[in-house]
């Protein structure tokens, strides 16, 4: 057979016209054809064609309907996620968005010549407008009284906020020493219950200190007459070598973390004294020699008033103190310095007025002709009675009776220590007795009207005694400090040879202590020392023992009361006193039962 060779082959089928396949494919070309007219006349409708008015509506097209799958939905926000069509904004600087201030430079001489011209050119001016008759104004009056409204309203703002926030901080320090303030209120030692002899302790309490009396002393401590729980304390410096500013805080027990008043001097502060009867008032002696009155009302304004270099003191002032009004009803206080004298104060609304009531003038002693003997005075105390007399303490250990009628002489003259007399105190309950404390380590009782000029009682303490003070509860209780930092509590009634407290105080080493001060209401005692720190102690039951009240039917029981208490200390020292006193010659020695 033949070899067929194939060389194109194309398999296809054609389709009748008139036959229904044939339709139906016809009909799907007509469908595309449509479509692709569709689009073409859409955009056409946009720009009319010439010729045709804007009225004119274009005539429509029908197309059948697509089905939902085969129709795409239109983006109607025309989004698409691309990072790059968010904007950033130019980084700007604080000094593009400001303008600068405007400035100038300014240079001039000035001496002597030409500050005078500028001040007799401006006594001119006001010369020339006091003879026209108009007054002369100055910057401060051209200010409009809105400013000084302003200022008024926000000093009382700051009062709204002030007074609150100071509940605040106690309300805040009452749960930090939430321990202390259960054991100054419920806190008894049981021991003392045990203890034979009458021994008592000391509790310790709050410790107050502040940053800036870090490097100071604690040189007087005062408790107001009027709050039981605010007290004033002193800085300065004993060295005397070293000098710096001084303090004058104002603590209240309320709150230990810090003072509620402040103030402060250019030199340091030797005494402070409060008045009794108006207690925001605030005496105090420096050691430059000057004395300062401070007002806590108005404390942000400083001091009320201050002694002038002349009429100062030449040395430090050891005592101050506040006495009764004069005739002019103007306030007066007392001070004495060792440049030996003693001047009284009078405050005449911000003024101080010297008067010199007392030269510590030793007369017994052999004298040259150029340099008198002139004593340091270092303490003194105003009798509570007898308003004249008062007592004062020298350098040389001797304690000198004075009279405010008697400038020129003392009444009487003792020889009570062999050094210096630290303090003089009288007794809050007997008239008659007066109690000094010395740096030869003694502690002495005194009869004032005693014809021997010897101590009714004579304590040592192995140390130079600082301070001592009596106890407002009982008037043969008191109590002292040493330079060892020990606290010393004596009870005549209880023993009259030795304490009954010796506690160690001192935090650390070398401290010495400085002041002693007894809370007029409460059972504790505050003490100073030479690091700036002041602590508050209570006193155990035993050592503030007190007698028992009489029953006695009076129509006023609390003045009754007083008078009882009185009279019972009177008569307790008053027999203490009778064992020691050697009566004199023709009287018999009386003693009471």
Same mark, same amino acid.
């Given at each position: 057979?033949?070899?067929?060779?194939?060389?194109?082959?194309?398999?296809?089928?054609?389709?009748?016209?008139?036959?229904?396949?044939?339709?139906?494919?016809?009909?799907?070309?007509?469908?595309?054809?449509?479509?692709?007219?569709?689009?073409?006349?859409?955009?056409?409708?946009?720009?009319?064609?010439?010729?045709?008015?804007?009225?004119?509506?274009?005539?429509?097209?029908?197309?059948?309907?697509?089905?939902? !799958?085969?129709? *795409?939905?239109?983006?109607?926000?025309?989004?698409?996620?691309?990072?790059? #069509?968010? +904007?950033? %904004? &130019? =980084?700007?600087?604080?000094?593009?968005?400001?303008?600068?201030?405007?400035?100038?430079?300014?240079?001039?001489?000035?001496?002597?010549?030409?500050?005078?011209?500028?001040?007799?050119?401006?006594?001119?001016?006001?010369?020339?407008?006091?003879?026209?008759?108009?007054?002369?104004?100055?910057?401060?009056?051209? !200010?409009?009284? *809105?400013?000084?409204?302003?200022?008024?309203?926000?000093?009382?703002?700051? #009062?709204? +906020?002030? %007074? &609150? =926030?100071?509940?605040?901080?106690?309300?805040?320090?009452?749960?930090?020493?939430?321990?202390?303030?259960?054991?100054?209120?419920?806190?008894?030692?049981?021991?003392?219950?045990?203890?034979?002899?009458?021994?008592?302790?000391?509790?310790?309490?709050?410790?107050?200190?502040?940053?800036?009396?870090?490097?100071?002393?604690?040189?007087?401590?005062?408790?107001?007459?009027?709050?039981?729980?605010?007290?004033?304390?002193?800085?300065?410096?004993?060295?005397?070598?070293?000098?710096?500013?001084?303090?004058?805080?104002?603590?209240?027990?309320?709150?230990?973390?810090?003072?509620?008043?402040?103030?402060?001097?250019?030199?340091?502060?030797?005494?402070?004294?409060?008045?009794?009867?108006?207690?925001?008032?605030?005496?105090?002696?420096?050691?430059?020699?000057?004395?300062?009155?401070?007002?806590?009302?108005?404390?942000?304004?400083?001091?009320?008033?201050?002694?002038?270099?002349?009429?100062?003191?030449?040395?430090?002032?050891?005592?101050?103190?506040?006495?009764?009004?004069?005739?002019?009803?103007?306030?007066?206080?007392?001070?004495?310095?060792?440049?030996?004298?003693?001047?009284?104060?009078?405050?005449?609304?911000?003024?101080?007025?010297?008067?010199?009531?007392?030269?510590?003038?030793?007369?017994?002693?052999?004298?040259?002709?150029?340099?008198?003997?002139?004593?340091?005075?270092?303490?003194?105390?105003?009798?509570?009675?007898?308003?004249?007399?008062?007592?004062?303490?020298?350098?040389?250990?001797?304690?000198?009776?004075?009279?405010?009628?008697?400038?020129?002489?003392?009444?009487?003259?003792?020889?009570?220590?062999?050094?210096?007399?630290?303090?003089?105190?009288?007794?809050?309950?007997?008239?008659?007795?007066?109690?000094?404390?010395?740096?030869?380590?003694?502690?002495?009782?005194?009869?004032?009207?005693?014809?021997?000029?010897?101590?009714?009682?004579?304590?040592?303490?192995?140390?130079?005694?600082?301070?001592?003070?009596?106890?407002?509860?009982?008037?043969?209780?008191?109590?002292?400090?040493?330079?060892?930092?020990?606290?010393?509590?004596?009870?005549?009634?209880?023993?009259?040879?030795?304490?009954?407290?010796?506690?160690?105080?001192?935090?650390?080493?070398?401290?010495?202590?400085?002041?002693?001060?007894?809370?007029?209401?409460?059972?504790?005692?505050?003490?100073?020392?030479?690091?700036?720190?002041?602590?508050?102690?209570?006193?155990?039951?035993?050592?503030?023992?007190?007698?028992?009240?009489?029953?006695?039917?009076?129509?006023?029981?609390?003045?009754?009361?007083?008078?009882?208490?009185?009279?019972?200390?009177?008569?307790?020292?008053?027999?203490?006193?009778?064992?020691?006193?050697?009566?004199?010659?023709?009287?018999?020695?009386?003693?009471?039962?």
């Amino acid at each position: 057979s033949g070899i067929n060779a194939v060389h194109f082959h194309l398999d296809g089928n054609l389709l009748h016209k008139d036959s229904e396949e044939a339709k139906h494919q016809l009909a799907r070309q007509a469908l595309s054809d449509l479509g692709a007219e569709f689009v073409s006349n859409l955009g056409a409708k946009k720009k009319p064609v010439e010729g045709e008015e804007e009225g004119d509506e274009p005539e429509t097209l029908h197309m059948p309907l697509k089905s939902k !799958k085969d129709a *795409k939905p239109a983006n109607q926000f025309n989004y698409s996620e691309r990072a790059s #069509q968010s +904007i950033n %904004n &130019p =980084l700007r600087q604080r000094f593009v968005q400001t303008e600068p201030p405007p400035r100038c430079n300014f240079a001039a001489n000035v001496n002597q010549w030409e500050i005078y011209d500028a001040y007799m050119d401006d006594l001119a001016e006001k010369a020339k407008q006091a003879a026209q008759g108009k007054p002369s104004r100055s910057k401060e009056d051209d !200010k409009p009284e *809105k400013h000084h409204v302003i200022d008024r309203d926000t000093d009382d703002l700051k #009062q709204t +906020i002030i %007074n &609150p =926030l100071k509940i605040m901080e106690r309300m805040v320090n009452q749960n930090t020493f939430d321990e202390i303030s259960e054991d100054f209120k419920y806190y008894e030692d049981p021991s003392d219950e045990y203890k034979e002899s009458g021994q008592g302790t000391l509790l310790p309490l709050w410790t107050f200190s502040n940053e800036r009396t870090k490097k100071l002393a604690v040189t007087t401590v005062k408790f107001n007459p009027l709050f039981s729980d605010l007290f004033t304390v002193g800085y300065g410096s004993y060295d005397f070598l070293k000098q710096n500013e001084g303090l004058i805080l104002c603590y209240s027990l309320k709150n230990p973390t810090y003072p509620e008043f402040m103030f402060e001097t250019d030199s340091g502060v030797m005494c402070v004294d409060i008045h009794p009867s108006y207690p925001y008032l605030v005496c105090a002696g420096l050691y430059s020699g000057h004395v300062i009155v401070f007002n806590m009302l108005q404390a942000s304004k400083g001091p009320l008033c201050i002694s002038t270099a002349r009429d100062k003191h030449s040395d430090p002032v050891w005592q101050i103190n506040w006495q009764a009004d004069d005739i002019d009803t103007n306030l007066i206080f007392f001070s004495v310095s060792s440049d030996g004298n003693v001047f009284s104060w009078t405050l005449d609304k911000t003024d101080l007025n010297k008067t010199v009531r007392m030269v510590l003038q030793d007369n017994t002693a052999i004298e040259s002709a150029d340099v008198p003997n002139i004593e340091s005075g270092t303490a003194m105390a105003f009798h509570a009675e007898l308003d004249y007399l008062y007592l004062v303490g020298t350098e040389d250990g001797k304690v000198r009776s004075c009279s405010k009628a008697f400038s020129s002489q003392c009444l009487d003259v003792i020889p009570a220590h062999h050094m210096g007399v630290y303090k003089v105190a009288w007794n809050p309950f007997h008239s008659k007795v007066y109690i000094t404390c010395s740096a030869d380590w003694t502690v002495k009782i005194w009869d004032h009207s005693y014809h021997k000029k010897e101590p009714m009682f004579v304590f040592d303490l192995n140390s130079a005694v600082g301070d001592v003070a009596w106890s407002p509860y009982s008037s043969t209780v008191f109590a002292a400090v040493t330079a060892e930092g020990n606290v010393y509590v004596f009870d005549l009634s209880v023993n009259k040879y030795e304490h009954i407290c010796c506690q160690l105080v001192a935090k650390k080493k070398k401290t010495r202590l400085t002041h002693i001060e007894f809370n007029p209401k409460h059972p504790i005692i505050i003490v100073g020392d030479d690091r700036g720190y002041v602590q508050s102690l209570k006193l155990s039951p035993n050592l503030r023992k007190m007698p028992k009240e009489r029953k006695m039917i009076i129509p006023d029981p609390s003045k009754a009361v007083k008078e009882d208490k009185r009279g019972k200390e009177i008569e307790k020292m008053e027999k203490l006193l009778n064992l020691v006193r050697e009566p004199e010659k023709g009287k018999k020695k009386i003693t009471l039962k």
